[in-house]
């Protein structure tokens, strides 16, 4: 309780935002019960979950690290940050409730131009991110644990590199290697048992940025064993997406998957 209260102090646009984000991302997993519009043979209303409570971590985070920087635009950061985000969940939404495709949808020409704009979005808050972390990098913190520091850091830079590997799905528009979307996945995540799957890499490096600092903060509590554990989270990241990109599944190699692969 005293981090949410705190979270409230330091950055009160952004733990409101978020708060926003986690009640839709609630309201959104509530529908999937009830709804019987699929994409790729799953509730439609799997992806606007996903996204509205990955933004909810995303901006509690950025709202606690943001606090430390000195000279600070944070309204700013704040503002560009809401509406980019927003405009993605609300797309989302409005395209699970149709049952159609928002992501990879290139079949009109509004489509495949509110799709280049979720992409140009989802850069800009990338990017602004990566500011953010060359400021922890450039700046002094002689308040801040220095394993603490070098978890936000890291943390960060992992991130960024892992939001930014999303473009090799929007590339092939598609999140399957070595097979079609829609096939077998994990419930709720929907990550494929069969075939390569990208978003795997994409989900764990993009939350290194709340976990290396909450590992560091109240497990490890060393610059060294952070500094460690955030080459072993990233080569973690490195890995499954090296092996999505060869075809392979991370939960379950079949000779099905095998035979496809090398037809």
């Given at each position: 309780m ?6 409230k ?6 733990f409101?935002?978020?708060?926003i ?9 509530v529908l999937?019960?009830f709804s019987?519009?699929q994409?790729y043979?799953?509730s439609?209303?799997y992806k606007p979950?996903k996204f509205a409570?990955?933004?909810?971590l995303?901006?509690w985070a950025?709202?606690w ?6 000279q ?6 704040n503002?560009s940050v809401?509406?980019?985000l ?9 395209q699970?409730?149709?049952g159609q ?6 079949s009109?020409?509004?489509?495949a131009w509110?799709?280049?704009m ?12 990566a500011?953010?972390?060359i400021?922890?990098?450039t700046?002094?913190f002689?308040?801040?644990p ?5 978890a936000?850091?890291?943390g960060?830079v992992?991130?960024v590199?892992?939001a930014f590997?999303?473009?090799?799905m929007?590339?092939?528009l598609?999140h ?7 096939q ?7 990550w494929?048992?069969?075939f390569g799957d990208?978003?795997?890499a994409?989900?764990i490096?993009?939350h290194?940025?709340q976990?290396l600092?909450l590992a560091?903060?109240?497990i490890?509590?060393n610059t060294?064993?952070t500094?460690?554990l955030s080459?072993?989270?990233?080569l973690?990241?490195v ?11 991370l ?13």
């Amino acid at each position: 309780m005293d981090f949410i209260y705190n979270l409230k102090i330091r950055n009160e646009t952004l733990f409101n935002y978020g708060l926003i984000c986690l009640v839709f991302s609630i309201l959104f997993l509530v529908l999937s019960k009830f709804s019987t519009t699929q994409v790729y043979n799953v509730s439609s209303w799997y992806k606007p979950f996903k996204f509205a409570f990955s933004t909810f971590l995303f901006v509690w985070a950025m709202g606690w690290y943001c606090y430390y920087l000195p000279q600070f635009n944070i309204n700013l950061f704040n503002w560009s940050v809401i509406i980019l985000l927003s405009f993605e969940i609300i797309y989302i939404a409005i395209q699970a409730a149709k049952g159609q495709l928002s992501h990879f949808n290139i079949s009109t020409p509004v489509y495949a131009w509110l799709y280049s704009m979720m992409a140009i979005a989802a850069t800009l808050v990338t990017l602004y991110t990566a500011y953010v972390g060359i400021l922890f990098f450039t700046n002094e913190f002689p308040n801040l644990p220095k394993y603490y520091l070098w978890a936000i850091r890291l943390g960060i830079v992992i991130f960024v590199l892992f939001a930014f590997e999303g473009f090799v799905m929007g590339a092939k528009l598609t999140h399957t290697i070595g097979g079609v979307d829609g096939q077998e996945g994990i419930p709720l995540l929907n990550w494929s048992t069969k075939f390569g799957d990208p978003r795997i890499a994409h989900f764990i490096g993009m939350h290194a940025l709340q976990v290396l600092p909450l590992a560091s903060f109240y497990i490890f509590k060393n610059t060294k064993a952070t500094i460690v554990l955030s080459v072993i989270y990233g080569l973690l990241a490195v890995f499954t997406l090296l092996k999505a990109l060869q075809g392979k599944a991370l939960f379950n190699s079949n000779k099905q998957q095998h035979d496809v692969i090398n037809s």
